[in-house]
Protein backbone atom coordinates (compact mmCIF):
# COMPACT_ATOMS: atom_id res chain seq x y z
CA UNK A 1 0.00 0.00 0.00
CA UNK A 2 2.81 2.35 0.47
CA UNK A 3 4.46 1.68 -2.63
CA UNK A 4 1.08 2.79 -4.53
CA UNK A 5 0.74 5.94 -2.22
CA UNK A 6 4.02 7.00 -3.08
CA UNK A 7 3.63 6.37 -6.59
CA UNK A 8 0.74 8.29 -6.76
CA UNK A 9 2.28 10.74 -5.39
CA UNK A 10 5.12 11.10 -7.93
CA UNK A 11 2.76 10.60 -10.38
CA UNK A 12 0.89 13.90 -9.35
CA UNK A 13 3.86 15.86 -8.79
CA UNK A 14 4.90 15.17 -12.36
CA UNK A 15 1.90 15.83 -13.56
CA UNK A 16 1.60 19.39 -11.33
CA UNK A 17 5.23 19.81 -12.43
CA UNK A 18 4.57 19.46 -16.72
CA UNK A 19 1.74 22.24 -15.78
CA UNK A 20 3.97 24.63 -13.63
CA UNK A 21 6.87 24.36 -16.82
CA UNK A 22 4.76 24.86 -19.46
CA UNK A 23 3.08 28.05 -17.49
CA UNK A 24 6.27 29.12 -17.40
CA UNK A 25 7.40 29.22 -20.80
CA UNK A 26 4.01 31.18 -21.49
CA UNK A 27 4.85 34.11 -19.18
CA UNK A 28 8.82 33.82 -20.20
CA UNK A 29 7.99 34.02 -24.00
CA UNK A 30 5.25 37.35 -23.61
CA UNK A 31 7.61 38.97 -20.89
CA UNK A 32 10.32 38.57 -23.37
CA UNK A 33 7.78 39.80 -25.77
CA UNK A 34 6.56 43.05 -24.14
CA UNK A 35 9.89 43.60 -23.18
CA UNK A 36 10.55 43.69 -26.88
CA UNK A 37 7.65 45.96 -27.47
CA UNK A 38 8.92 48.47 -25.09
CA UNK A 39 12.77 48.64 -26.28
CA UNK A 40 11.73 49.07 -29.76
CA UNK A 41 9.75 52.03 -28.55
CA UNK A 42 12.47 53.11 -26.80
CA UNK A 43 14.94 53.05 -29.35
CA UNK A 44 12.81 55.03 -31.59
CA UNK A 45 12.22 58.08 -29.14
CA UNK A 46 15.90 57.48 -28.18
CA UNK A 47 16.81 57.96 -31.73
CA UNK A 48 13.77 60.74 -32.69
CA UNK A 49 14.71 63.20 -29.56
CA UNK A 50 17.23 62.55 -28.72
CA UNK A 51 19.33 61.81 -31.20
CA UNK A 52 21.21 58.76 -29.92
CA UNK A 53 23.65 56.31 -31.92
CA UNK A 54 22.36 52.76 -32.48
CA UNK A 55 24.97 51.23 -31.18
CA UNK A 56 24.92 53.31 -27.48
CA UNK A 57 20.87 51.94 -27.02
CA UNK A 58 21.82 48.71 -28.00
CA UNK A 59 24.24 48.90 -25.67
CA UNK A 60 22.38 49.90 -22.76
CA UNK A 61 19.47 47.27 -23.48
CA UNK A 62 21.66 45.12 -23.27
CA UNK A 63 21.44 44.94 -19.60
CA UNK A 64 17.62 44.22 -19.86
CA UNK A 65 16.62 40.73 -17.91
CA UNK A 66 14.16 39.24 -21.17
CA UNK A 67 15.67 40.42 -24.58
CA UNK A 68 19.09 41.98 -23.28
CA UNK A 69 21.62 38.86 -24.85
CA UNK A 70 19.74 39.34 -28.24
CA UNK A 71 20.72 43.38 -28.27
CA UNK A 72 24.08 42.83 -26.84
CA UNK A 73 24.70 39.92 -29.86
CA UNK A 74 23.50 43.11 -32.03
CA UNK A 75 25.56 45.60 -30.45
CA UNK A 76 28.61 43.54 -31.11
CA UNK A 77 27.72 42.74 -34.91
CA UNK A 78 27.13 46.39 -35.53
CA UNK A 79 30.55 47.52 -33.85
CA UNK A 80 32.11 44.79 -36.14
CA UNK A 81 31.09 46.81 -39.00
CA UNK A 82 28.17 45.09 -39.99
CA UNK A 83 25.34 46.72 -41.22
CA UNK A 84 22.26 47.69 -39.11
CA UNK A 85 20.04 45.31 -41.64
CA UNK A 86 22.25 42.10 -41.76
CA UNK A 87 22.89 42.78 -37.79
CA UNK A 88 19.67 42.70 -36.94
CA UNK A 89 17.96 39.78 -39.14
CA UNK A 90 21.45 37.68 -37.43
CA UNK A 91 20.50 38.99 -34.20
CA UNK A 92 16.67 38.17 -34.07
CA UNK A 93 16.84 35.13 -36.28
CA UNK A 94 17.55 32.30 -33.42
CA UNK A 95 14.22 33.57 -31.78
CA UNK A 96 10.82 31.51 -31.57
CA UNK A 97 9.33 31.69 -34.94
CA UNK A 98 6.74 34.38 -35.10
CA UNK A 99 8.67 36.20 -32.98
CA UNK A 100 11.52 35.83 -35.87
CA UNK A 101 9.25 36.42 -38.56
CA UNK A 102 7.93 39.86 -37.41
CA UNK A 103 11.72 41.16 -36.63
CA UNK A 104 13.60 39.63 -39.13
CA UNK A 105 11.15 40.67 -42.18
CA UNK A 106 12.05 44.70 -40.63
CA UNK A 107 13.14 47.55 -43.34
CA UNK A 108 15.94 49.21 -40.86
CA UNK A 109 16.76 51.30 -43.98
CA UNK A 110 16.88 54.81 -44.77
CA UNK A 111 17.15 58.21 -42.64
CA UNK A 112 16.29 58.68 -39.16
CA UNK A 113 11.97 58.98 -39.56
CA UNK A 114 12.16 56.13 -42.21
CA UNK A 115 14.33 54.10 -39.17
CA UNK A 116 12.01 54.89 -36.33
CA UNK A 117 8.45 54.86 -38.22
CA UNK A 118 10.18 50.88 -38.68
CA UNK A 119 10.50 50.42 -35.26
CA UNK A 120 7.33 51.61 -34.26
CA UNK A 121 5.60 49.50 -36.83
CA UNK A 122 7.55 46.16 -35.24
CA UNK A 123 6.43 47.28 -31.66
CA UNK A 124 2.60 47.05 -33.15
CA UNK A 125 3.42 44.26 -34.93
CA UNK A 126 4.65 42.34 -31.82
CA UNK A 127 1.77 44.10 -29.93
CA UNK A 128 -0.99 41.97 -32.29
CA UNK A 129 1.60 38.66 -31.88
CA UNK A 130 1.16 39.25 -27.79
CA UNK A 131 -2.57 39.75 -28.00
CA UNK A 132 -2.65 36.47 -29.87
CA UNK A 133 -0.34 34.54 -27.82
CA UNK A 134 -2.44 35.46 -24.65
CA UNK A 135 -5.56 34.59 -26.26
CA UNK A 136 -3.98 30.91 -27.37
CA UNK A 137 -2.03 30.56 -24.42
CA UNK A 138 -5.62 30.53 -22.55
CA UNK A 139 -6.77 28.07 -24.63
CA UNK A 140 -3.98 25.67 -24.49
CA UNK A 141 -3.68 26.18 -20.64
CA UNK A 142 -7.04 24.72 -20.03
CA UNK A 143 -6.26 21.51 -22.44
CA UNK A 144 -2.80 21.03 -21.17
CA UNK A 145 -4.55 20.68 -17.87
CA UNK A 146 -7.36 18.47 -18.71
CA UNK A 147 -4.79 16.51 -20.57
CA UNK A 148 -2.15 16.35 -17.86
CA UNK A 149 -4.68 15.94 -15.12
CA UNK A 150 -6.53 12.88 -17.24
CA UNK A 151 -3.61 11.21 -18.03
CA UNK A 152 -2.34 11.25 -14.16
CA UNK A 153 -5.55 10.29 -13.08
CA UNK A 154 -5.47 7.30 -15.80
CA UNK A 155 -2.20 6.07 -14.26
CA UNK A 156 -2.97 6.41 -10.76
CA UNK A 157 -5.84 4.27 -11.62
CA UNK A 158 -3.82 1.57 -12.94
CA UNK A 159 -1.49 1.72 -10.21
CA UNK A 160 -4.57 0.91 -7.72
Known amino acids: ?13 SALSTVITYYRQCRFRQEY ?32 PCCGKTFQKLMLNMKSGMPLQISWQKAFS ?33 KRALRTEKEKQKEKGKMVIALTGGGAGLLIILLM
Open 94 to 126: ENECEIETIMTHADLSGDEKHLTEGLLYLAGEL
Open 33 to 64: MAELIWSLEHIATEIRWKHRTLPDIFEELSNR
Open 1 to 13: MFGKTVGTIFILL
